[in-house]
């Protein structure tokens, strides 16, 4: 990584055994669970430790946090490159930049750089993600409107090609391939550093407005309303006004607030409050309990408030105070559909409600945001619209025809669904739903002939295709 001139030392300490792991037999799955897939997994600690792990190998992908949903980053019978092993940051005050290894946590980066006045730029719904992880699925936050993605404010990245060279690219140079490599889900290589612009902020508050909403063409408008830029809308779909929620607009604290004065306190990160335990039985987790919840949810928020002071970790970070909640689905895990719409095609919106109502599927948990304009990577998912994530029991009846029927609406209305929450999709949604699928496809080809880079996503998917 290019030297500057605050170093910060990893955070937390590495567990003990962190340096290079050799390939071992291990069995991995997405953060939505499910059936798990036998791999070799490595854990190496740089460049050259990566190059010896891939020996031999013919097919491999990184991985991070493993917070995607689906099958992004296994690989079946192949190389998965634990990539968390790798994790030293350095913070460049004067240029307000900083300069990360892959598998540093967007937690542990905000950790040091919120209380030294700079915040990154875009974070996700976890802090639980790695630098590599967040830039491969060119992540969006509640922010998007006014932030763009998280790729957009990566200077310059490092790329292990599956040539082994390390290639730097930026905007400018190489730029085909830093486009490719935004959203490209670790299929153009392995990101082994990034420098990220950073804004500067004079703390970890947030000053928070807060309107409860009847439906949801009341959150569509609430979601725009005049205010903070990090916007996001809780429905409960599982109550009777369906669509009715919650919608927040956040916006940090300045230098000279009166309640900074005041010495309100809060973090930039949450910790853990409790763990959901293995082996958490199925069918514990019922549209009945959640309906009472929501109901308290939605009952319990003020129906307009405004300023309320809270926390960034805790404002951004809330389902991270539960350790390992996807096992509150049982054994069979969770889906989640995220799906985008272009603004004007919010009737599609209305449709997936009514119809997952209809079908008896229960939402568990719905988010809605608003996305400004796309950026240039082939492959990012926001662009100008609406973006709705529904979290479904991967067991319930017939919630596998129900989304292939979304899928079709999703495309027909020119919209498409997030690879990085994907464990369903097929090749011909997919190509229907990312236009610039073939300019991406050309890029990794040039990139990696011999296709090493793979993973089930791009095998199931057809972002690889498979001809060797
Ligand atoms: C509770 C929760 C909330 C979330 N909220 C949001 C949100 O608001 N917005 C949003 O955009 N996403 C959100 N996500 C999704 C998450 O941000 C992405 O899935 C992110 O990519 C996960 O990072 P990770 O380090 O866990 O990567 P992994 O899940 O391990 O991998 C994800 C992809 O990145 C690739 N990858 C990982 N590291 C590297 C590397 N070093 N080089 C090349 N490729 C690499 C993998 O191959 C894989 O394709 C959320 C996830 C959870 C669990």
Redesign the pocket.
């Known amino acids: 990584m290019p030297p500057s001139e605050a170093v910060f030392s990893p955070a937390p300490a590495p567990p003990a055994g962190a340096g290079t792991i050799a390939p071992v037999r291990a069995a991995v799955s997405?953060?939505g669970g499910g059936p798990r897939a036998p791999v070799m997994l490595a854990r190496p600690a740089d460049a050259d430790a990566l190059r010896a792990a891939l020996d031999g190998h013919r097919g491999a992908?990184?991985?991070?946090?493993?917070?995607?949903?689906g099958d992004?980053?296994q690989l079946a019978g192949g190389l998965v490159l634990d990539?968390t092993g790798?994790r030293t940051f350095e913070l460049d005050r004067e240029g307000g930049t900083v300069t990360a290894q892959?598998?540093v946590?967007l937690g542990e980066l905000l950790g040091a750089l919120v209380p030294a006045g700079w915040v990154l730029p875009v974070v996700?719904?976890?802090q639980?993600?790695?630098?590599?992880?967040?830039?491969?699925?060119?992540?969006?936050?509640?922010n998007h409107g006014s932030a763009g993605?998280?790729g957009s404010h990566v200077q310059a990245l490092g790329l292990l090609t599956s040539a082994g060279e390390v290639l730097e690219l930026a905007p400018d140079r190489g730029s085909e391939l830093f486009a490719a490599?935004l959203g490209?889900?670790?299929?153009?290589?392995?990101?082994?550093w990034a420098r990220i612009a950073l804004r500067a902020v004079a703390g970890a508050l947030l000053r928070v407005d807060t309107d409860r909403v009847r439906d949801l063409d009341e959150a569509l408008a609430a979601l725009i309303a005049p205010g903070g830029p990090h916007r996001v809308a809780w429905l409960d779909l599982l109550g009777s006004a369906s669509g009715r929620g919650i919608v927040t607009r956040a916006e940090h604290h300045g230098a000279g607030d009166a309640y900074a004065q005041a010495g309100a306190r809060g973090g930039a990160t949450v910790r853990s409050r409790a763990t959901v335990p293995e082996r958490w039985p199925a069918g514990l987790l019922r549209a009945s309990t959640v309906r009472a919840f929501n109901e308290l949810r939605y009952r319990r928020a003020p129906r307009r408030d405004r300023g309320h002071v809270q926390a960034f970790g805790a404002h951004m970070f809330p389902?991270?105070s539960l350790r390992a909640w996807p096992r509150l689905y049982g054994p069979e895990g969770l889906l989640q559909y995220q799906l985008v719409v272009p603004l004007g095609a919010e009737h599609v919106l209305g449709t997936v409600i009514g119809q997952l109502r209809r079908a008896r599927v229960p939402c568990y948990l719905a988010v809605l945001k608003d996305f400004g304009p796309a950026n240039q990577a082939p492959l990012s998912?926001p662009l100008e619209g609406w973006t709705l994530a529904l979290d479904l029991p991967r067991a319930a009846p017939g919630v596998g025809e129900l989304l292939q029927r979304f899928d079709t609406l999703v495309a027909g209305a020119n919209g498409r669904v997030?690879l990085?929450?994907d464990a369903r999709l097929a090749p011909d949604a997919l190509a229907a739903m990312y236009p610039r699928l073939e300019h991406w496809r050309s890029v990794r080809d040039r990139a990696d002939p011999e296709r090493l880079w793979r993973?089930d996503?791009g095998l199931r998917t057809g972002l690889i295709r498979d001809e060797r």
């Not at 639980?128 to 509640?142: F, L, Q, R, Y």
């Not at 490209?184 to 082994?192: F, K, R």
Request: aromatic share 8%.
């Open positions: 997405g953060w992908i990184a991985r991070g946090m493993g917070r995607s949903y992004a980053a990539t790798m892959a598998g946590t996700p719904g976890t639980h993600v790695t630098v590599g992880g967040a830039i491969a699925s060119d992540i969006h936050g509640k993605t998280f490599t490209g889900m670790g299929l153009t290589g392995v990101i082994l389902l991270d998912f997030y990085s929450k993973s996503l």
